[in-house]
């Protein structure tokens, strides 16, 4: 299985991005989708996983009520949207999917698939 994340870019605080993650197989029915990301000098940290079977997310403290993931299993697609980003939500984010369960749903090695990563970057 192979994982294309895209939808990164240079964007003002405040603004918005949509990050998306192709699966080159039909994984998201079955398989949790996550959203990590790294900031530099940072170690990788959870943002926001949206599970297999009921497509229920959980978002990390810092991103509620900003971000939104959600997934299209038609299209093997899974999607990050992010509002009122911040400069501190600069990272390479990564999706990622996997059989994670409750939990293991926030750890890394939870997920057996990595997307390549993309660069969001909020400044003025």
């Known amino acids: 299985v192979q994982l294309q994340a895209s939808g990164g870019g240079l964007v003002q605080p405040g603004g918005s991005l949509r990050l998306s993650c192709e699966a080159s197989e039909r994984i998201f029915s079955t398989y949790a989708v996550a959203w990590f990301r790294q900031a530099p000098g940072k170690d990788r940290e959870f943002v926001a996983t949206?599970?297999?079977?009921?497509?229920?997310?959980y978002y990390t403290d810092s991103v509620k009520g900003r971000f939104t993931t959600s997934k299209d299993n038609t299209k093997n697609t899974a999607y990050l949207q992010m509002n009122s980003l911040k400069p501190e939500d600069t990272a390479v984010y990564y999706c990622a999917a996997g059989r994670a369960i409750l939990s293991t749903r926030i750890t890394p090695g939870a997920y057996a698939w990595w997307g390549q990563g993309t660069l969001v970057t909020v400044s003025s």
């Open positions: 949206i599970s297999g079977r009921h497509g229920n997310p």
